[in-house]
């Protein structure tokens, strides 16, 4: 019998955790703390997102922003895609980092099945940056998004963030607290989102809906 359960995530190699309540009699198991190894031990981060990014002075083909959700807690995370194609008959790899590698052989799916592109034969490399661990399912439409970039070498705008959900037909699902997710990337200067369908502009983001994969696919490939 207890009453929470406590438990630290992230990279053994990384500076930074995730506390996070697996179990909690008194409330909600929603909610993360973030903290990093210091002199003095660990300290609170006040500002996560800022923690999980990059440097975003330039575009990078594979390199995509998604707005996770911890509880009511928006984070910013970068999606690292990498493909390589290999000689016709080669066995491709497949690894991934902080996601779950069976979400990313759904998006890969339906990528070849329902929007032509022949990735079956390339390798992929899918990485969260900071050591972060994705659990959000909006995170689909951003790996898409860096896998697109990735294999066709066309970098997603560096002012940009990418959410949504993905189904099996390629239909990009609504996701939650849409406009909770564009107001913190307003606060760290991004201007545009893509995203599901149905989404308003706020704080002076500007928004792109997509009802289907295709429709993000035509864009980035610069496709009538």
């Known amino acids: 019998m207890v009453d929470t359960v406590l438990a630290f995530e992230g990279e053994r190699s990384h500076q930074y955790r995730i506390l996070r309540a697996v179990k909690n009699r008194f409330g909600g198991t929603d909610e993360i703390g973030v903290f990093a190894m210091g002199e003095e031990g660990l300290g609170e981060v006040s500002n996560p997102s800022s923690l999980f990014l990059t440097d975003r002075s330039r575009d990078v083909p594979g390199s995509v922003v998604f707005p996770a959700l911890e509880g009511t807690r928006p984070v910013l995370v970068e999606v690292q895609a990498l493909t390589v194609r290999l000689a016709s008959g080669a066995t491709p790899r497949r690894a991934v980092v902080g996601w779950d590698s069976g979400r990313l052989a759904m998006v890969l799916a339906v990528l070849e099945a329902r929007c032509g592109l022949q990735m079956g034969g390339a390798e992929v490399y899918l990485n969260i940056a900071g050591g972060y661990r994705l ?75 997509f009802g289907r994969l295709g429709e993000l696919v035509d864009l980035m490939l610069g496709r009538d």
């Open 135 to 209: 659990t959000d399912p909006a995170a689909d439409l951003a790996v898409a998004a860096a896998l697109i970039s990735a294999f066709s070498e066309r970098p997603v705008p560096s002012d940009a963030i990418v959410f949504g959900e993905l189904s099996l037909s390629g239909e990009v699902r609504p996701v939650s607290h849409d406009a909770l997710r564009l107001r913190e990337a307003a606060k760290l200067g991004f201007s545009k989102g893509w995203g599901p369908k149905g989404m308003k502009p706020v704080n002076g983001i500007g928004v792109d809906g």
